[in-house]
């Protein structure tokens, strides 16, 4: 696990959640005119996702939600701050700035060179 002081934790934990807050509330006004917003369950909605709405629409949101779910988990176990790749530090700034980063800042263009300019495109 990178070297975090209890202080830069807790600002870890604090980023996650709000933004996590965020996507949650992004997600809800954006099913507002499918759902009665009141009554709306965000984990029995990603269980059943109906067919007649347009998914790709908070299909990101949902990604970054999932991926600081998977944050959330690792901030309380070793791989916390690790990149996925590398297995080096994603550094304590990217993290504030991008709390669902899951690779360091190398990895992260390469990852996104291969998914972009890939020999298999697939537009
Ligand atoms: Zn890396």
């Not at 917003?37 to 059943?48: G, K, R, S, T």
């Not at 993290?95 to 990852?111: F, K």
């Amino acid at each position: 696990m990178a070297n975090f002081t209890e202080n830069q934790l807790t600002q870890l934990k604090a980023a996650l959640h709000k933004r996590y807050l965020e996507l949650q509330n992004e997600i809800h006004s954006e099913l507002a005119h499918t759902k009665d917003a009141d009554d709306f369950d965000l984990a029995e909605y990603l269980n059943n996702i109906p067919d007649d709405i347009d998914t790709a629409l908070v299909d990101r949101q949902i990604n970054e939600m999932r991926e600081l779910e998977m944050s959330m988990k690792y901030l309380n176990e070793l791989e916390f701050g690790d990149c996925i790749d590398c297995g080096n530090e994603i550094g304590f700034e990217r993290l504030l700035a991008y709390p669902s980063a899951q690779r360091c800042i190398q990895c992260q263009n390469q990852y996104e060179k291969a998914f972009l300019q890939g020999p298999n495109p697939t537009l």
